[in-house]
């Protein structure tokens, strides 16, 4: 066994990933290490390398020079001794959320809620998480990675190495539906249902039987793709058309149960502000996409209504495993991402080519065994 691999690695805040020969990581303890087959590129991982520390500075990045790369699949190559339920061979996704074990929040078993929250191969949440980026100092943009065995979860072999480094998004998406409560009696709004994050959501809402599903862009060839997933249930209206607010109020009379906003930081804030009112009395928004800065809400109307509105961030390894089982019976269609496979030298390319995406439809993918 070789004791070095190939891994990119980010040296100074912008400039491009090198590819070099760093220490290949060892198990110990209940850490398990996981030959990587694929890695997604997220839309926002140009962000995180040129401006995170402008943006962001309280929430730290890895310790430079450092390997990126937050949407892992691979497979078992080698476990610690404390490793229970996994063994070399085993087929995974590394969910990148790290937590402590010994904070308040940890020690009730609400782990993304850990005062050290971090990702691995990508960022912190506090300034405390650089202790846990330090110990899992590994991304997916490498040929092997260490992570613990709480962060796997189990691919069935109907779901791809490819698709299963989709899951990343489609796990954020997910969570956000179980918040809301989402079921086969729930009326669902989604901003930005033809991108990365809103994709994902539809595909949940109709694996979870939404009746019924609206969704808002710009792109009307994009959304029309969306229609096509859920003929009947699935509705979208393009902000080129109008208010949003005023389409749902002709669309679905009363409002919706759930509104899911899956913008991005530079989205206008009229979109949410017109999310919001699209709620029926009693109704839940969860916030997803992370629109930047001030938004104006009427808080006396959200009173009077019994609006609730949150965010949420990521999803646990459980949540995983439970839309693992959704795709492998046929509940969640994966087939619509079309992968868009580099390999580990051109890792560049693959972060600048995502501005040529086919919206959320386009899979991004390095994957260091690729030729």
């Not at 969306?226 to 409002?255: F, K, M, N, Q």
Request: charged letters at 20%; hydrophobic letters at 40%; aromatic letters at 8%.
């Amino acid at each position: 066994m070789t004791t070095t691999m190939r891994a990119a690695r980010m040296h100074h805040i912008g400039e491009p990933m090198v590819l070099e020969d760093v220490p290949r990581p060892v198990a110990s303890g209940s850490d398990v290490v996981v030959r990587v087959e694929a890695c997604n590129i997220v839309p926002n991982l140009a962000n995180i390398l040129a401006n995170w520390t402008t943006w962001f500075p309280q929430n730290p990045l890895p310790a430079l020079p450092a390997i990126f790369g937050l949407d892992p699949t691979g497979v078992v190559e080698q476990v610690g001794p404390d490793v229970h339920t996994f063994a070399p061979g085993d087929r995974v996704y590394v969910n990148p959320g790290r937590h402590c074990g010994g904070c308040p929040a940890c020690r009730r078993g609400e782990h993304i809620d850990c005062e050290s929250y971090a990702f691995a191969g990508y960022f912190g949440f506090t300034a405390t998480a650089t202790r846990l980026l330090d110990r899992y100092p590994y991304g997916g943009l490498a040929e092997y990675l260490l992570a613990p065995e709480y962060s796997l979860v189990r691919l069935p072999e109907s779901i791809s190495f490819e698709h299963g480094a989709r899951f990343g998004y489609l796990g954020t998406g997910y969570a956000a539906l179980r918040k809301a409560r989402v079921g086969s009696d729930t009326t669902v709004l989604i901003n930005g249902i033809s991108g990365t994050l809103g994709l994902g959501v539809a595909l949940f809402a109709l694996a979870l039987g939404a009746p019924r599903i609206l969704g808002t862009g710009r792109n009307r060839e994009l959304l029309a793709r969306v229609e096509a997933l859920g003929p009947g249930r699935i509705e979208t209206h393009s902000t080129l058309d109008g208010p949003i607010d005023a389409w749902v109020r002709s669309t679905a009379g009363r409002g919706v149960d759930t509104y899911i906003d899956a913008l991005g930081p530079g989205a206008p804030h009229e979109a949410m502000m017109q999310g919001m009112a699209s709620l029926r009395r009693g109704g839940r928004a969860v916030d997803i996409g992370a629109t930047a800065g001030m938004v104006p809400f009427d808080v006396h109307h959200m009173m009077d209504q019994q609006l609730t509105f949150q965010g949420s961030v990521w999803f646990t390894a459980g949540e995983g495993q439970q839309m693992a089982r959704l795709a492998d019976r046929g509940q969640l269609d994966l087939s619509v991402f079309e992968n868009i496979v580099f390999p580990l030298e051109k890792v560049n390319d693959a972060i600048s080519g995502l501005e040529n995406r086919n919206g959320g439809f386009s899979n991004f993918v390095v994957s260091p065994r690729a030729g």
